[in-house]
């Protein structure tokens, strides 16, 4: 039997995975039918409306012009207010930006951490030069042109520099109930590396230590809210999320134990065993094979 090795999200993830990069123009596009996993791509949108940005722990009110930067490790939602929105989004991925020489600089910019401000207000003088190298980005993944990865990766780098030279907005407003954001930030951060895609590329946030560093808070204040609000921990919420994970990789996929094993982040199958007979009471053979 031919073993099942990718879980697919979209046609259009497909598609993007494979370019690791694509440009759309929102008014043109209708982009809230594209799905693909946020949490391999990194996303600038320039944008003309109003609405309200959730970005880890804060909300952005916007109206008007504005540049959004979004990374994949970042919970954000966004609520559109106007009955009119244009813009544009390019999404792209770590390695098709080649950020691996210089990543950690990139994400510690003031538009990719945490406690960064991801918008900027965009004047229209900049709206117009920044459509430009969106239309140029556009046009430029139709060609045939060799070099266009290269081009591409240039246009994006201008976008991020003129966006530095840019004054971050200030018209964010804190949740009130510090304690629910958070705990919504680690919920939705934890449902973003699932479902499983891949039996070789393994769970990267497995403890409540791992999120804590990844959202850029101290341990024990996430571990207070978590409780506070949800009357969990935060280690229970991980190991019930990585539990329903192993239970559909066991009936929906034919990946051997050591490959659900692995892609749940454990180093061994004995590891990974008595994680799930400790949590389920059963071990993860006898699941699968009650489910044939």
Not at 83 to 100: D, I, N, P, Q
């Amino acid at each position: 039997m031919e073993k099942k090795k990718e879980r697919s999200v979209s046609e259009f993830n497909n598609e993007l995975k494979l370019k690791g990069f694509n440009v759309f123009q929102i008014e043109a596009d209708s982009n809230a039918t594209r799905i693909y996993s946020r949490k391999d791509f990194y996303k600038i949108c320039l944008t003309t409306g109003k609405s309200i940005v959730h970005y880890a722990d804060r909300s952005f009110e916007t109206a008007g012009t504005v540049l959004f930067f979004g990374n994949p490790h970042i919970p954000y939602s966004w609520e559109t207010l106007s009955t009119s929105y244009v813009g544009y989004t390019c999404l792209f991925s770590e390695a098709f930006l080649k950020l691996s020489d210089r990543s950690e600089s990139l994400q510690q910019s003031p538009f990719f951490k945490i406690g960064g401000t991801p918008i900027l207000n965009i004047s229209e003088t900049q709206r117009e030069f920044l459509n430009t190298i969106f239309r140029k980005m556009i046009d430029e993944q139709k060609t045939d042109y060799t070099y266009k990865d290269d081009l591409i990766r240039n246009y994006i780098n201008l976008i991020i520099h003129e966006a530095l030279k840019l004054q971050p907005s200030e018209n964010f407003s804190s949740q009130k109930n510090a304690a629910s954001r958070i705990t919504s930030v680690f919920l939705e951060t934890m449902e973003r590396q699932f479902p499983i895609e891949s039996s070789d590329s393994p769970l990267q946030l497995k403890t409540a230590q791992d999120y804590a560093k990844q959202l850029g808070i101290h341990i024990n204040h996430l571990n207070r809210s978590v409780k506070e609000v949800t009357g969990k921990s935060t280690t229970t919420h991980i190991s019930g999320r990585i539990i329903t994970e192993a239970r559909a990789l066991l009936q929906h996929t034919n990946w051997t134990i050591a490959e659900i094993a692995y892609a749940l982040g454990f180093e061994y199958p004995t590891y990974f065993n008595n994680f799930f007979k400790r949590l389920t009471g059963t071990n993860p053979t006898t699941l699968r094979t009650q489910a044939v």
